[in-house]
C-alpha cells in the first residue's frame, strides 16, 4: 500500500463567504402551496418507476398507505421542522398539512397524508433534492433506490415506531457528508449555507456505499484520492477538463486493467480532422521520430498509433475504465503542468501525478503482483496490461465545497459553473421524482489526451 502523502503545493483553507458572495440565492418561500383536498392521493415511492425513463405503460395500482398511530405521526412532524439541519426545506414537506391530519386524529387522511410526507422526504435523502435537469452533465447512476426501497422502510418504521432511525439509515456514511452538516449549523450568512446544502445534496447523488477501496476525483479540487473505508490513503494532483466542451462529465466506472507503458489510438478528430494522418503519410520519418505507427485500411481510414515511450501522450500509465464517454486517468509526459494552481487543460480526461506509483497501487490491490513486479513493467518500456481480479469503483465527482487533502473544510472554484442551477432549484418549489437517472444531456466522447 502506498502511504499517505500531503499536497505540498495546497493553497491554505479560504473562507467559505468568499464563494457564497459570489451566487446569491433567490429568496426562497416559507411555505408550499397547501392540498385543495382534505384527503391528499397518496403518491406511491419513485422506486417503482423504471430505472431510466418513465415507463410507457401505466403503473401498476399504489398500494395503499398504511397505517400511522398519531404518536408515529408526531414523530413524523418532528422530524419535519428540524429536517435543515440535513441541508433540506421544511416548507417542501407541508408540515401544516399534517399537524391539521394529527389533530384530526387516526383515520385514512392521516395515513395519506403522513405517508406522503415520509416518501417525499426519503426519496430526497436517499437520492435527492435537486432534479435531474439542474444537476448538469451528471451520469452516475445511484443505486440506492433498488438498494433501500421506501415501502419496506416505511412499514419498518412503524413496526418499530422509529421514523428518525429510518431516515437516519439514508444519509450518506462519508465523513465529508457529516462535517457538511456540521458546517451548515455555523453558517454565517444564507449564501453561505446555501452553497453548503447544495454540496450536502451532491452527496445523496451518489450510492450510500461507495465501495470499501475506491478512487475519487473531484474536479473542482483537481485532485483524485484513494479510500479505503471512506478514509482517505493518498492522494494525486490531477489535470482535468477544459471548461467548456471538453468539461469532465461526472460519471461513475470500474477499473479492469492497469495498462503500463499503454499505446495511444489517436481519435480520428486528429487524424483526419486536423490533418494529422496525412502528414504522416507524407513524412514516415516523421512519423518514426515522434513514434507512431501509421497504417492505412482498405476503406481509406489513416489509423495513427503512438507506441510506447517517454513521449507517449499516455505516460507510462493508463487505468482501464469503460464508459461511454471514453473518459479514463493517466499519466502524462509534461508532469510540469501538475505544479500549476489551476489545472483544468485536459480534453476531458483525467491525468494523475505520480501515476506510475497510482497504477502499481491498484494492480497490487486488484491483481495481487508485487511491488517489484510493477516496477519491472513500468520501466520495461514494454506496452503490459494488467487484468483486475478485484475491481474498483471510480467516481468522477463534482464538490465546490469539501474536505482538502489536509482534512479541512474549505471551498473551490466553481469551474464549470455547475452551482447555479442546483441553488436556483432549490429556490424553487420541490419537483415529484421521475425515473430519470442520468442527465439526459448527448454523451460525448472526450478520448483525446492532448
Known sequence: MVTASA????????????????????????????????????????????????????????????????????????????????????????????????????????????????????????DGRTPMDARVQWFVVDPDAEAHPIRPLLEGALASHDIAGAFASLEPTTPDYAELRDALAQARTPAEAALIRVNMDRWRWLGRDLGLIHLEVNVPEQILRLAVRDKIITTYRAIVGKPGRTATPQLSATV???????????????????????????????????????????????????????????????????????IYIHDTPNHALFNLTSRALSHGCIRAERADELGMTMAMLGADISKEQGVEYTHSGKYTKVAMTQTFPVYITYFTIARDVNGLMRNFADLYGRDAPVLASFAAPRQPHTGQRVSKEAVVKLDNPL
Open 256 to 326: 479492469q486493467n492497469v495498462v503500463f507503458n499503454p499505446t495511444w489510438t489517436v481519435p480520428q478528430s486528429i487524424v483526419k480532422g486536423e490533418g494529422l494522418g496525412a502528414k504522416l503519410l507524407a513524412s514516415p520519418a516523421s512519423a518514426a521520430r515522434q513514434n507512431y505507427k501509421v497504417t492505412k485500411t482498405e476503406s481509406g481510414m489513416v489509423i495513427v498509433v503512438q507506441q510506447p515511450g517517454k513521449g507517449n501522450a499516455l505516460g507510462v500509465m493508463k487505468l482501464d475504465m469503460p464508459n461511454p464517454h471514453a
Open 7 to 126: 499536497e505540498a503545493q495546497t493553497p491554505p483553507p479560504v473562507d467559505l463567504t468568499r464563494q457564497g458572495a459570489m451566487a446569491q440565492p433567490t429568496a426562497q418561500p416559507t411555505t408550499s402551496p397547501r392540498a385543495t383536498s382534505s384527503v391528499p392521493a397518496f403518491a406511491p415511492p419513485s422506486d417503482t418507476v423504471g430505472t431510466t425513463v418513465a415507463p410507457s405503460v401505466p403503473l401498476a395500482v399504489a398500494v395503499p398507505p398504511p397505517h400511522w398511530s398519531l404518536a408515529d405521526a408526531q414523530a413524523l412532524l418532528t422530524q419535519i421542522q428540524t429536517i435543515g439541519r440535513e441541508g433540506l426545506f421544511v416548507r417542501d414537506y407541508q408540515p401544516a398539512s399534517l399537524a391539521d391530519a394529527i389533530k384530526a386524529g387516526e383515520g385514512p387522511a392521516l395515513d395519506a397524508t403522513a405517508t406522503q410526507a415520509f416518501t417525499w422526504i426519503a426519496e430526497d435523502l436517499r
